[in-house]
C-alpha cells in the first residue's frame, strides 16, 4: 500500500514522490488534495495532489522540507511505504473558458499549480503562466509548464533566471498589457495574500488554493477554518480554492503560526 | 423474536431455582453496588480509566437484587433489546462466560456498551425498582463486568464466520452503528466489508470518546472479534471520495449501510473564535485520542493549556474539559449558558468532573474572545444568563442579564456545541433524500429513498449516543436482511 515508485530531487528541499494510490489516482481531479500521515506515531498533512496516472495507478505529490513531517516524508526512498494516504479531498477547481487566465505559481505551490494549467488549458483558456522563485535553482516543473502554457513568466528575486521581481510584479505587467479574465494562485500565504491585493485593485477575478492546518481532513476538526466574505469556512470541504478577494489572510497567515513553538522544537529534536 | 428468547430462558430449570433460592423481599433490601473508582486526585492527572469495575463478590450481590420479573420492563429500555435478565442471571449463578455469551448474542460490543452506554436513561429507567423507588438494579456496571470478565479470562470463544451466503454488503464508517450491523450481518452468512476514512476502525470510539471514559485496548478487542467473525475492514477510504457508492454497487455489494456520524463541528460565531487557542470539541479531542498527541513520542502537537474553558454541557464537553486536566490545566471550566439541571451530560460524567476539580460556570455565556499580538487567545468576555420560559426542547430558556458581563483569562477554549452531519456521503450520491439539517433521510426501517441504501447512527440522527447508533445499526441489519431476500 502506498508504495513510493520514484523519487525525484527538484532541488535540496524539493523532492517530488510518485506513490501508489490507484484509487486516488482514479478519482481525484484538479485542485484535489490528499491527507498523508507518514508512519505510525506520524502527524495527518494535507498535500495537493500534482498529478496522477491512472494506467499506473500512481498519485504525484511535491514536498518541500519544512517541518518533521515533512522531513520524514522527504527522505524516504523508492520502495518505501507511506503508512497512509487519503483522498482525494476537498472541491475540484473550478474549470471553464474564461478567456485568458493567469496562473500564478510560488515555491512548491507551483506544483499542485501544474494540474490546473494543463485543465485550463485544455478548455480553451490563453493561458499565462508566472512562476516564482527565489533563485533560479527553485524553479521547478517549468517543462512541463511550457507544454500547457500560452507563455511561461519566470520570476526571481534575484533575478538569476528570467526577469528579476516578485510574482505580483509579472502578473501586474501582463494585466497592463492585455485583457485577462481570471487568475488563479498557489503558493505560500503570504505571496497569495500580495497576489490577491495586487488582483483586487485591478478587479480581476481571483481564486486562491490555501494550505492550512488539518487533522482528519474530511470536514471534521475544525482546525483549517479561515474566514472568508465575513463567514467562518472550512478549507477541508469548502475549499481549498477561494475567492482570494474575500480571503482573511491575515488571519490565515495568524492561524498557521498555531502551533510554531511545538514545531520548532519538533525540528530541533529530529535534528539533534 | 426477543420475547421467544426470554420465555426459553427464563423458564429454564435453573433459572426457576435460582429464584426461589432468595425470597424476592431480600433481594430488594440490598443497597445498590457503587462502581470502584479511582481516587479523583490521582485520575485527574493520568490517562488510567476512571471506572474501576465490580469485583466479582460485588457483581454476585448485585446480579442477586434483580428479580427476574416476569416482564423485564428493562428490556423496553435498550435499543439493542440486549436479554437483560437472561445475562444478569447467569452472574448470579456464576457463569459469567454464559452471561457475556447471552450479552453477544445481540451487541457487537458489550464491554463498550457497559461503558458508555446512559443506562440511567435506558434499560435502568424502566427497572421494576424505579416503580418501587428504589434505584435500579446496576444493569450497566453488570454488563460491563460480564464482557471484561470473558476478556480478561481468556476463555473468550473467538467467533467463527457463519456460512457464507454470498451476498457482500458495504457499510460506510466504523463507529458504533457501522460496527453493530456489521456484526449482524457477518452472522447472518453477509460478507461484509466496512470502509472508514481514518487510519484506525472505531470512528468516535477511537477519536472522541477519551482512554480515560474507554480504553481503546476494549474497542480493540471487540473490533478483532468482528474480524473473526468475517468482517473485513477497509481504512483511509472514503466513500463518496476515493470510491463513490455506484462503484460500490458495480463491485457487486448488494446493499449500503451508511453510517458516517457527525461532521463539521459547529462554532458560535462571536468576535474572536478564530483566534490561536480555540477549537472544537472534535479537533482538540482527535488530537489527543486518536493522534495521541500529549505523548512525545508522536509528531502531532496538542496545546496544553493552564486555563482552559469548554463551552458547552454534554458528554462531549465533559470529556474535553477532563482530558484539559490531564494534560496539566491548573484551571479547567465549563461554560454553560443554561443551568446544571438543563446539561444534556450523564450524571455520572458531571460528578466526575466535579470530584477531580472541574469549575462549573453556569449560565455564562461567551460573546468575545481577546487576544495578544501573536493572536493567540488571552480573555474570554462571558455574559451572566438567568433562566426564563421553557423553549421548544422543553428546557428553561437562558436569558441575558442586563450589564452582567465578565471577564476572565484563558490560553484555551474548547468549543463542544454540537456538530452537524457528514456532508460527503449526502452529497456523493445523486437524488439521495436529505433533510435542510443535512442528515440522510430515512423511514422505519432505516432504508433511504434509494432502495439499497440504508442509513443509521448521527448521519441520520443527527447528534446522539453510542447505543441508539448501534441500535440503528441492529434493525438496519434485520430490515436490510429482509429487502435483499425479498
Not at chain 1, 138 to 154: A, F, P, T, W
Not at chain 2, 226 to 235: E, M, Q, S, T
Not at chain 2, 264 to 274: D, H, I, S, T
Request: charged share 25%; hydrophobic share 40%.
Amino acid at each position: 500500500m502506498n508504495k513510493i515508485v520514484s523519487k525525484e530531487y527538484f532541488s535540496a528541499n524539493v523532492v517530488k514522490l510518485e506513490v501508489e494510490a490507484p484509487l486516488i489516482a482514479k478519482a481525484r481531479k484538479a485542485g484535489h488534495f490528499v491527507i498523508v500521515r507518514v508512519a505510525e506515531k506520524g502527524e495527518r498533512i494535507p498535500l495537493t495532489i500534482a498529478s496522477s496516472d491512472v494506467e499506473k495507478g500512481t498519485i504525484t505529490l511535491v514536498v518541500q522540507k519544512i517541518g518533521v513531517s515533512s522531513q520524514k516524508l522527504t527522505s524516504l526512498n523508492v520502495g518505501d511505504e507511506i503508512a497512509d494516504v487519503v483522498g482525494p479531498l476537498g472541491k475540484a477547481t473550478h474549470i471553464e473558458n474564461f478567456g485568458t487566465v493567469i496562473c500564478a505559481g510560488g515555491g512548491v505551490g507551483v506544483a499542485p499549480l501544474l494540474p490546473i494549467v494543463e485543465a485550463m488549458k485544455k478548455a480553451g483558456n490563453k493561458v499565462i503562466t508566472v512562476l516564482a522563485a527565489r533563485t533560479k535553482d527553485l524553479v521547478i516543473l517549468e517543462d512541463q509548464m511550457r507544454k500547457y502554457s500560452d507563455e511561461v513568466v519566470i520570476m526571481t528575486d534575484d533575478g538569476s533566471y528570467g526577469k528579476q521581481g516578485r510574482v505580483t510584479d509579472g502578473i501586474e505587467e501582463i494585466i497592463k498589457r492585455e485583457k485577462v479574465d481570471m487568475c488563479v494562485t498557489i503558493g505560500p500565504a503570504i505571496m497569495m495574500k500580495f497576489v490577491s491585493l495586487l488582483t483586487k485593485k485591478y478587479e480581476l477575478p481571483t481564486v486562491a488554493s490555501l494550505n492550512t492546518i488539518m487533522v482528519d481532513g474530511t470536514g471534521m476538526c475544525g482546525a483549517c477554518r479561515i474566514t472568508v466574505g465575513g463567514q467562518t469556512k472550512f478549507v477541508c470541504v469548502d475549499g481549498p480554492e477561494f475567492d482570494a478577494h474575500q480571503v482573511d489572510f491575515d488571519e490565515m497567515l495568524m492561524r498557521l503560526g498555531a502551533y510554531r513553538e511545538q514545531e520548532q522544537e519538533a525540528m530541533a529534536k529530529l535534528n539533534a | 423474536m426477543a420475547e421467544n428468547i426470554i420465555d426459553n430462558s427464563r423458564g429454564a430449570e435453573w433459572r426457576e431455582e435460582l429464584r426461589k433460592k432468595l425470597p424476592v423481599k431480600e433481594r430488594t433490601q440490598q443497597e445498590r453496588v457503587q462502581m470502584n473508582e479511582l481516587e479523583p486526585s490521582y485520575r485527574a492527572r493520568c490517562r488510567e480509566e476512571v471506572n474501576q469495575g465490580l469485583t466479582e463478590a460485588q457483581a454476585l450481590v448485585e446480579a442477586s437484587r434483580c428479580m427476574d420479573c416476569p416482564n423485564p420492563t428493562c428490556m423496553q429500555g435498550c435499543p439493542v433489546g440486549i436479554n437483560i435478565p437472561g445475562f444478569i442471571k447467569n452472574i448470579e449463578r456464576g457463569e459469567f462466560l454464559e452471561a457475556a455469551k447471552v450479552l453477544k448474542q445481540t451487541s457487537a460490543l458489550p464491554a463498550v456498551c457497559g461503558r458508555v452506554c446512559p443506562q440511567e436513561k435506558q434499560c435502568e429507567s424502566k427497572c421494576t425498582y424505579v416503580k418501587m423507588k428504589k434505584p435500579a438494579v446496576a444493569i450497566g456496571y453488570l454488563e460491563r463486568f460480564a464482557a471484561d470478565y470473558e476478556r480478561n479470562s481468556g476463555k473468550a470463544e473467538k467467533p467463527t464466520p457463519a456460512k457464507s451466503n454470498g451476498v457482500k454488503v458495504a457499510v460506510v464508517g466504523s463507529g458504533p452503528a457501522g460496527l453493530s450491523f456489521a456484526g449482524d450481518m457477518a452472522k447472518k452468512g453477509y460478507q461484509v466489508t466496512v470502509f472508514e476514512a481514518l487510519h484506525e476502525i472505531g470512528g468516535v470510539l477511537k477519536y472522541g470518546i477519551p482512554e480515560f471514559r474507554l480504553p481503546n485496548a476494549i474497542v480493540d478487542f471487540e473490533i478483532d472479534n468482528l474480524r473473526a467473525l468475517g468482517v473485513n475492514f477497509v481504512k483511509d477510504c472514503i466513500v463518496g471520495k476515493t470510491i463513490t457508492i455506484a462503484e460500490l454497487e458495480k463491485e457487486g455489494f448488494k446493499g449500503v449501510f451508511v453510517a458516517s456520524g457527525a461532521g463539521l463541528p459547529r462554532f458560535m460565531g462571536v468576535k474572536g473564535e478564530n483566534l490561536i487557542g480555540i477549537m472544537s470539541s472534535n479537533e482538540y479531542l482527535t488530537r489527543v485520542n486518536l493522534m495521541d498527541a500529549s505523548n512525545p513520542e508522536t509528531d502531532t502537537p496538542v496545546l496544553a493549556g493552564k486555563k482552559v474553558a469548554v463551552i458547552g454541557g454534554g458528554n462531549t464537553a465533559m470529556d474535553s474539559v477532563r482530558t484539559a486536566l490531564r494534560l496539566g490545566a491548573e484551571r479547567a471550566m465549563i461554560i454553560y449558558r443554561r443551568g446544571e439541571d438543563e446539561m444534556p451530560a450523564r450524571l455520572e460524567e458531571v460528578h466526575h468532573a466535579k470530584a477531580e476539580g472541574v469549575e462549573f460556570l453556569t449560565l455564562h455565556n461567551p460573546i468575545e474572545y481577546i487576544g495578544d499580538e501573536k493572536g493567540r487567545v488571552v480573555k474570554m468576555r462571558v455574559q451572566k444568563m438567568e433562566l426564563g420560559e421553557p423553549d421548544a426542547s422543553g428546557r428553561r430558556s437562558p436569558v441575558a442579564i442586563e450589564g452582567a458581563i465578565e471577564e476572565f483569562d484563558v490560553d484555551e477554549v474548547i468549543v463542544s456545541i454540537g456538530v452537524s452531519p457528514n456532508p460527503i456521503v449526502p452529497n456523493s450520491v445523486d437524488g439521495l433524500a436529505v433533510s435542510k439539517k443535512g442528515t440522510i433521510e430515512v423511514g422505519e426501517n432505516m432504508q433511504s429513498n434509494i432502495p439499497t441504501i440504508f442509513a443509521g447512527g448521527d448521519i441520520v440522527r443527527g447528534g446522539a449516543t453510542v447505543i441508539l447508533a448501534m441500535g440503528d445499526g441492529r434493525k438496519a441489519a434485520a430490515e436490510m436482511d429482509a429487502y435483499l431476500n425479498k
